[in-house]
């Protein structure tokens, strides 16, 4: 198995369209978009700009991890329970106290 990142080839979908089931993943590219805007405005360094950035997209990729490792988590479940229908959910059994 290889950690090379698979390439996606021929999409032809906006950014937009792509992150529709992530609506949360948009407005932090927008919220990065609007804090580029404002470093310009306040008049920022590049090497303030860069900075602000970097934490954003470092956050942004924080945010992509867990959806990736909560939808990882959801297909191993369906796939186990399709694998063994008979398999009971292990619960903490109630104490009768």
């Known amino acids: 198995m290889s950690n090379e990142p698979k390439r996606v080839t021929g999409n032809k979908l906006s950014l937009e369209q792509r992150m529709v089931g992530r609506p949360h993943v948009l407005a932090r590219f927008h919220a990065l978009a609007d804090l580029m805007d404002q470093a310009v405005a306040q008049g920022c360094t590049a090497d303030e700009a860069e900075a602000r950035a970097i934490e954003q997209v470092r956050q942004l990729g924080g945010e992509l991890l867990k959806d990736w490792a909560r939808e990882q988590q959801e297909g191993s479940l369906v ?9 009971i959910k ?3 059994k109630k104490s009768a106290g």
Do not use: L
């Open 90 to 92: 292990h619960v903490k």
């Open 79 to 87: 796939r186990a329970r399709q694998e063994h229908p008979q398999a």
